[in-house]
């Protein structure tokens, strides 16, 4: 009765810990749009087989990933869709695994349930690991199944038991899947190994006898890892330092990209694990150690050669560095039990109190301090590409040209991001781009086009240079919080740029029509262009008026723009919106003498007197 009473407060406690590690991965799981990385895999690793496995250009032999990512990430778009929820939840989900397997694993390695259930609810809340279950890469899953298959391996290597034939064979598939998941755990099966050869030599036989069956299901692995070594594959990180390991490697291992000091993570790790060598007089050490020392070693070896120098690769390591603090973690509380209030605690007790609670104290701050990061408003995990693409689907017609700035101007690739949330009929360079000259580029698309559409982005000042050459700068406004995005036109108006012909007579001149440039909200720009046939008398001056219900002293003109017309040809008007609220306006328009203040008179084309102004259209300000 009482083992079973255990089993089910253990389940329990296990169930909670899960939920709440789950609660926390599904935090504002959509509310950030996907990031550059996350959008690559999106529309890349998850496409058809047949293109990833292209003989000549296939994905598979230019993306340093193995097959395992593209399948897994494939048949769960087509099982549950490409939503930012969807993809997202693939490594939420098999993140959280590593909740039951972190108790699991510090059960059997410290041979103390305790333990394992302060590693677990330290996973659970991991801010690292949460950020990564929320990102669309194979990151979390990884440290999940990396950390079964360290479970499988204690447990098969147990001096206490002797393991079956169906034990070996599962460890098999799970680190072959793993590998087939992630290419650097082969740096776990080093680990592995020198577990095995130096803590249960009983069992290194048999351990290589089951990398000897991995190896063998390893010959494809092995064959796409020489097609990328032959595809000239550039990393994109930092080279070999081996300061950072003890800064920012631990800082962002246990807290995720915050501003932590990383100086104080360190100091409390090393008081962490001078701790646990004291209390458990090494029992367990030897894999912790391992854990941590043997995957950093080969990573900085390996980033001798190429810049790979990234924490999340040694994402893997994680538990390493949790179970020393969930050691603590125990040995503080079961301090705090022993002490009898109010006799003096024993020494033993009182040095454990004294020492572990300003490291646990700084952890616990730490961690805190990191969720108030990633969930405060001006924390933002990718730019704002909700706006952008809203923005650019409601302004930009199929008659326009977009111009996004390159990532890299040696391919010309935008940015994964822009390439996923921007699909509208309307034709996208990205510049510089080493297939276009980048002046005939403009001119072409400002010839060819109603408008160009220049995404800011970047520091490159050629680009305004030879837009304002070749044309004009018609709006440049802000899309969300991330872009500003300016609008060009050719320097010859188009017929198609006169959305709302209206062939009025006003002052001698002869107005074609006109349009909105960009869609206004409240708080912004009302950017209106008339166009002429032919000039207004040069003496009268165009007025714009956005007129609404009264204001609080009774004046119905809520903003205005007065200049002389811009004509023949293209007239620009700007109305400032910044203290005008949302609500239903009317946009009027008419030319008056300066000098006079006298009005000239409208007529339309059927010769119909309209009176000394007009309402060109209503206009509703969200």
């Keep these: 009765m009482k083992t079973s009473s255990k089993f089910f407060t253990t389940l329990l406690w296990l169930t909670c810990l899960t939920l709440l590690g789950a609660a926390l991965r599904f935090y504002q799981l959509g509310a950030s749009p996907l990031r550059g990385d996350e959008a690559f895999a999106v529309r890349y690793w998850a496409a058809p087989l047949t293109d990833i496995f292209d003989a000549s250009q296939g994905l598979a032999w230019k993306e340093p990933h193995p097959y ?48 394992g259930m302060a590693g677990a609810a330290l996973w659970a809340i991991n801010p690292n690991l949460i950020w990564h279950s929320q990102d669309v890469r194979n990151y979390a899953i990884w440290a999940a199944l990396s950390l079964i298959n360290m479970w499988l391996l204690v447990r098969i290597s147990d001096p206490a038991i002797h393991p079956r034939r169906r034990d070996w064979l599962l460890y098999i598939a799970m680190v072959t899947v793993t590998l087939y998941v992630f290419f650097l755990e082969a740096f776990m099966l080093v680990v592995h190994g020198l577990y095995v050869m130096i803590a249960r030599r009983e069992r290194l036989r048999a351990w290589i006898a089951a990398a000897a069956i991995i190896g063998v299901l390893l010959i494809p692995w092995g064959y796409q890892l020489v097609r990328l070594s032959q595809a000239g594959y550039r990393a994109t990180g930092a080279s070999a330092d081996v300061g950072m390991l003890f800064t920012v490697f631990v ?13 104080l993570t360190s100091v409390v790790l090393m008081a962490v694990g001078l701790m646990l060598l004291a209390l458990y007089r090494g029992r367990g050490i030897t894999l912790l150690m391992l854990w941590v020392i043997v995957p950093a070693a080969l990573l900085l070896l390996v980033a001798t050669r190429m810049n790979v120098f990234w924490p999340r690769y040694l994402i893997a390591s994680t538990p390493a560095l949790l179970f020393p603090i969930a050691t603590l973690m125990v040995m503080v509380w079961r301090s705090v039990r022993a002490i009898n209030v109010p006799l003096i605690p024993n020494l033993d007790n009182r040095l454990i109190l004294v020492m572990g609670a300003i490291p646990l104290f700084t952890v616990a701050y730490s961690t805190a301090a990191a969720w108030a990061v990633y969930v405060g408003p001006n924390y933002h995990k990718a730019p704002d590409w909700f706006s952008l693409r809203d923005y650019l689907h409601t302004n930009v017609t199929s008659a326009d040209t977009v111009i996004m700035t390159s990532l890299d101007p040696n391919t010309g690739n935008a940015d994964p991001s822009f390439e996923w949330y921007y699909r509208d009929a309307a034709p996208v360079i990205t510049l510089p781009n080493p297939n276009f000259d980048m002046a005939t580029a403009i001119q072409t698309a400002l010839s060819n086009s109603r408008a160009v559409w220049y995404v800011v982005s970047g520091d490159d000042p ?8 070749h044309g004009s700068l018609i709006t440049d406004t802000g899309a969300g919080r991330s872009f500003l995005v300016r609008q060009y036109r050719g320097n010859t108006v188009k017929p198609e740029e006169v959305t709302q012909p209206r062939h009025y007579t006003i002052g001698g001149g002869k107005l074609l029509g006109y349009s909105v440039a960009a869609t206004p ?41 007065d200049h002389p017309p811009q004509a023949p040809g293209r007239d620009l008007y700007l109305l400032d919106l910044a203290n005008v609220p949302a609500g239903h306006y009317q946009l009027e328009i008419g030319l008056y003498d300066a000098m006079t203040k006298t009005r000239a008179t409208i007529v339309d084309e059927e010769k119909r007197v309209l009176g000394d102004s007009t309402v060109l259209m209503e206009i509703d300000l969200p």
């Design 68 to 115: 395992g990512t593209f399948l897994l990430f494939g048949a769960w778009k087509g099982l549950a869709g490409s939503s930012e929820v969807a993809m997202r939840m693939l490594p939420l989900l098999v993140n959280l695994l590593g909740v039951p397997t972190m108790y699991a694993l510090g059960k059997r390695l410290f041979h103390d349930p305790q333990i």
């Design 521 to 561: 909200t409240a708080g912004g720009t009302l950017t209106l262009l008339l166009f002429w046939d032919v000039a207004p008398d040069p003496a009268l001056t165009t007025f714009v008026h956005l007129i609404g219900t009264p204001k609080p002293d009774g004046s119905p003109l809520w903003a205005q723009k």
């Design 462 to 469: 050629r680009l305004n240079v030879l837009l304002l050459e």
């Design 251 to 263: 800082n962002q291992l246990l807290y995720g990209e915050t501003t932590i000091t990383t100086s």
